[in-house]
């Protein structure tokens, strides 16, 4: 699927080309987008019990958000054949998983089944790769490229939103049921039947957000005319537009399109870096021998901190950032910004236990933590918008759902990594070292563009000439 063969966006930017169901369109997306990432959330942030009810360890527990990703990883490529030809049905099919998802997750905590749980998180997985492939895809049907960046970001945003709401949410529920233990909150712990209601409302909501999606998303502006998709179309149709669908081809041009790799390592860095840190924060913080020495109510702050502040930091650059020809410096910035707010906690880690004995209040250490936290979170987070809506252009002419989403899937690639590399004991040390290749890497971009392509034209199939008019724009 290329650029220049989506019809839909050779039309004048007008209300007819772009009408206005595209935003209850991009309502359908993002609520089912949240709920994915809400649902991901519901084992993680409550393990103790999660061990308790299924009667396994610690892996075993882990095993219930890694099984997501397992089955989102290879299936992102399998969407990316249909999701042209197919948008509406791929687009249906990805609502449903959800719904499944939700209805096994209760049946499971219910029944006390940990293979409907596992079988919960894959479909829950399965719709995720959708939403990967789809993000920059939505936007760029429905939405003028003016307002492209903005669509892209509340789509992104939505997922940061139902993964902080989950985050969140969750752990505490027991907070506002005061029928059982009313404990108070950030401190008290969930029960059985608490997190059976929980998750039974949880299958409700997803219930409304499927029935939501079917009354308003379509594939592209032409299926709500009554008129067949032209995307669609061409992607069937003779001629030029007939390779376009294959995946290997697609791919191949973006692993020789120089600056392409270069921001996409980059860009999934930061990105992976991200997930990472709201996945081992709490571990890293409240380890009581190597960590910060937190308690659980403040890594419950820090981690909400960073992920509000990223979500609200990238819907603000999405509204303010609308010239694309400033949207390199500004990544630059927010690159830099992620790395020294790493390097400063990790050095405060080190250095905690000699500024305590110093004298210095463990609320004011606290503070700084919730700082720091909220620089990593505007910039790891907030960036994503703004760097998606980039490697799109500069992938040109290969479609959305390539370029856009292979960026997401790599974020998903560093994030499972991360997640299992960084420790208490290591703390930050590792995140904050990749942060340092992601800002060096966009520093050194013209330099990293030329070795790369001198590497690869080493092989037969290079194609790839105009690597630095590419880079130039």
Same mark, same amino acid.
């Given at each position: ?6 019809? *839909? ?191 039974? #409302? ?58 392409? #790799? ?74 830099? *910004? ?136």
């Amino acid at each position: 699927m290329r650029l220049e063969n989506e019809s *839909l966006l050779q039309k004048p930017e007008s209300d007819q080309a772009y009408p206005a169901w595209r935003w209850l369109v991009l309502l359908a997306f993002s609520l089912n987008n949240a709920c994915n990432a809400f649902m991901f959330m519901n084992f993680a942030t409550v393990t103790a019990l999660t061990k308790d009810i299924f009667s396994v360890d610690d892996t075993g527990a882990n095993w219930l958000y890694s099984a997501s990703l397992l089955a989102a990883m290879p299936t992102f490529f399998l969407v990316l054949s249909y999701i042209t030809t197919h948008n509406w049905e791929i687009h249906f099919l990805c609502a449903f998983l959800n719904l499944v998802g939700a209805c096994l997750r209760y049946q499971a905590v219910v029944s006390g089944s940990y293979t409907l749980a596992q079988l919960s998180s894959i479909a829950i997985g399965l719709s995720a790769a959708v939403i990967l492939v789809s993000i920059t895809d939505v936007a760029k049907r429905w939405f003028a490229p003016a307002q492209q960046t903005l669509a892209i970001t509340i789509a992104v945003q939505s997922n940061y939103s139902g993964w902080c709401l989950g985050g969140f949410l969750t752990p505490n529920i027991c907070a506002f049921d005061d029928t059982f233990n009313g404990g108070e909150f950030l401190d008290c712990d969930v029960t059985r039947s608490q997190f059976e209601f929980f998750l039974l #409302v949880q299958a409700v909501v997803v219930t409304l957000v499927m029935v939501i999606f079917v009354a308003f998303y379509r594939a592209s502006p032409d299926t709500l005319r009554g008129h067949p998709d032209s995307v669609r179309s061409t992607s069937e149709g003779e001629g030029e537009g007939e390779d376009e669908g294959t995946i290997v081809g697609n791919l191949s041009e973006l692993s020789r399109n120089g600056p392409y #790799v270069v921001k996409m390592f980059a860009f999934s860095v930061l990105g992976g870096i991200s997930f990472a840190i709201t996945a081992v924060q709490g571990e890293v913080f409240t380890n009581p021998k190597y960590g910060a020495g937190l308690t659980n109510a403040q890594s419950s702050i820090t981690n909400t901190v960073f992920i509000l502040s990223g979500v609200i930091a990238g819907i603000s650059l999405a509204f303010c950032a609308k010239d694309d020809k400033h949207f390199e410096g500004i990544l630059k910035g927010l690159f830099a *910004l992620c790395t020294v707010s790493l390097t400063v906690m990790t050095g405060m880690t080190e250095i905690q236990d000699t500024t305590e004995a110093s004298g210095v209040p463990h609320h004011v250490i606290f503070g700084i933590y919730v700082v720091l936290m909220m620089g990593a979170g505007i910039s790891s987070l907030g960036f994503i918008g703004i760097a998606l809506s980039r490697a799109v252009q500069v992938a040109k002419p290969v479609g959305e759902a390539y370029s856009g989403g292979l960026v997401e899937w790599w974020i998903q690639v560093w994030g499972a990594i991360l997640a299992q590399v960084t420790t208490g004991e290591s703390g930050f040390t590792v995140v904050m070292l990749l942060a340092w290749a992601a800002l060096l890497a966009l520093q050194f971009e013209a330099h990293l563009v030329k070795l790369y392509m001198g590497c690869i034209a080493c092989f037969p199939a290079s194609t790839s000439a105009d690597a630095d008019d590419k880079l130039s724009k």
